[in-house]
């Protein structure tokens, strides 16, 4: 039955289509974007997103910046990168590393980034023993050797201008790169990373990594940016922020730290409210 629909004094008839079945809706794809999933030597399945220039590519290749959990945080960065195009922030690859999913995370992810759970687990992650943990150096295998190695035949890179951004868990990675690979990234990004994790385990690791900086035993090392959310109830910001200062005693042994408080942010927001200040930090000229 037709409705009617009155429109000042004429009472009309308005003939109403039904909307297409959300399957025969097209999905929005991005512009200027790659996809393809990579299967690691240990056998594990990767979902790898790429977004890329038109612009005039530079001398020596586009920097990249490799962003972990790709299926929740490449579109934030993908889009902010292709509106500024025809900037320093635009002209780079962003790469997101994911996994064959249409969710925003997957638990494959604690594997990937954290060290061996204690055993017993403390108390607050005994709720995560189910699930397997410790693989995070084979993880950075893939990361720096096959994944690296296909970005490089398929896109004009700059070797030397390599970065990599990870947010809470992927942001404790992002430190374990920087202290036991110090020289494999240009420039890290460490957004709200979790650094109780394991009864703050990560802190023999920064123990070990400062001695060997202050020792004269590293050499060139990445820049480190550090970002935090005021309101985030996950990873305790004023934590984050102390050692963030930590690291900055260190510019005089090479290491240069940039740190960033968006007090007004979450756990769960930091990642966007960082995309501007990632891309200036790891793309423009320095």
Do not use: C
């Amino acid at each position: 039955m037709k409705p009617f629909i009155l429109i000042g004094a004429l009472l009309v008839t308005a003939v109403v289509y039904p909307a297409p079945a959300p399957s025969a809706v097209p999905g929005y794809t991005m512009p200027s974007t790659h996809m393809w999933d990579m299967t690691s030597d240990s056998g594990e399945i990767y979902r790898i997103f790429v977004s890329f220039p038109k612009t005039e590519m530079p001398t020596d290749g586009y920097p990249v910046l490799y962003v972990l959990d790709g299926n929740a945080m490449f579109a934030a960065f993908a889009e902010a990168r292709r509106i500024q195009e025809y900037y320093d922030v635009g002209k780079g690859i962003v790469v997101g590393v994911g996994y064959p999913t249409d969710e925003a995370y997957d638990t494959r992810r604690l594997n990937d980034y954290t060290p061996l759970l204690l055993d017993p687990p403390p108390l607050n992650l005994r709720r995560l023993a189910k699930y397997k943990s410790g693989g995070r150096d084979i993880f950075l295998d893939f990361l720096t050797g096959k994944l690296r190695t296909e970005i490089d035949k398929r896109y004009k890179i700059n070797p030397e201008r390599q970065s990599l951004f990870g947010h809470s868990l992927g942001g404790l990675l992002a430190l374990h790169v920087l202290y036991s690979r110090p020289q494999a990234f240009y420039s890290i990004v460490a957004a709200s990373p979790s650094l109780e994790w394991n009864e703050q385990g990560v802190l023999v690791e920064e123990r070990e990594f400062t001695a060997r900086l202050t020792s004269g035993k590293i050499g060139k090392t990445a820049r480190l940016m550090v970002v935090v959310g005021g309101r985030d109830r996950d990873d305790n910001p004023d934590v984050a922020e102390a050692f963030a200062n930590r690291m900055a005693l260190l510019s005089g042994y090479g290491l240069r730290t940039s740190f960033r408080r968006y007090d007004e942010e979450g756990h769960m927001t930091v990642p966007v409210r960082a995309v501007p200040d990632t891309l200036r930090f790891v793309f423009e000229p320095r």
